[in-house]
């Protein structure tokens, strides 16, 4: 158990849905990272926020947008859904800023788009 | 920016065979990281090992070893003895000082048959 919990394990929705995925980092940890892995993308970078802040972009869409609370979990919302959405999200958590520090994962949230 | 290239797509061995996992990583910073994780079936993602790149020397933790050349720009992965519980999908990934996120490779499918 890597100490980082996301919520839901699974999500099935239909295209045109907004969704919201949550993620609780390892305590004392800073820095939450999302990231998707799909089939025909691998594992992709989206975003990253340090102590409420948004660090850095990765390959994130517009209908996509992220934020960080004061008790540091944070959530990625998902908007206009198309098929291609269908992936597992997961959130990764360290202490620092730093993405060269080990990066704990969490369990992932699947989503389905139907 | 950082590449990272698993060339080998999927591994199949039998109980016992010894496995070797390649990968190749391209950066222009002279001062990165590289890491391994494992993905098995149950979807999580788990940190095996980090190092960074002024460190060359081959690490060894029970049956997993790695082996880094600079030289080549490689960061293999071998397992011992495999086991059925090493069945999993291997990434390797790359980040760089300074950078924010992780870079990962698409990923080796290994299958251990008993």
């Known amino acids: 158990d890597s100490g980082v919990t996301q919520t839901p394990k699974h999500l099935i929705t239909a295209t045109g849905q907004r969704v919201t995925l949550r993620c609780s980092p390892r305590s004392g940890d800073l820095s939450v990272y999302w990231y998707q892995q799909s089939l025909d993308q691998g594992l992709q970078f989206l975003i990253q926020y340090y102590n409420g802040e948004e660090r850095a972009k990765g390959n994130i869409l517009e209908r996509f947008s992220a934020q960080q609370f004061p008790d540091l979990h944070s959530e990625l919302n998902l908007s206009s859904l198309e098929l291609g959405d269908s992936a597992l999200y997961f959130c990764a958590s360290t202490e620092g800023s730093a993405s060269h520090n080990e990066q704990f994962f969490g369990p992932g949230t699947r989503l389905t788009v139907l | 920016a950082q590449k990272v290239t698993q060339a080998q797509t999927e591994i199949s061995v039998v109980e016992k065979e010894d496995v070797t996992l390649d990968c190749v990583y391209e950066t222009r910073d002279t001062t990165y990281y590289l890491f391994w994780y494992k993905q098995p079936p149950s979807g999580e993602l788990v940190f095996l090992i980090r190092?960074?790149?002024?460190?060359?020397q081959n690490e060894i933790s029970g049956r997993y070893s790695w082996n880094f050349q600079k030289s080549t720009s490689s960061f293999n992965f071998t397992i011992t003895a495999s086991q059925v519980v090493d069945s999993a999908v291997y990434f390797c990934a790359l980040s760089a000082l300074g950078d924010y996120k992780l870079s990962f490779g698409a990923g080796t499918t290994v299958t251990v048959r008993a």
């Open positions: 190092r960074n790149s002024f460190d060359e």
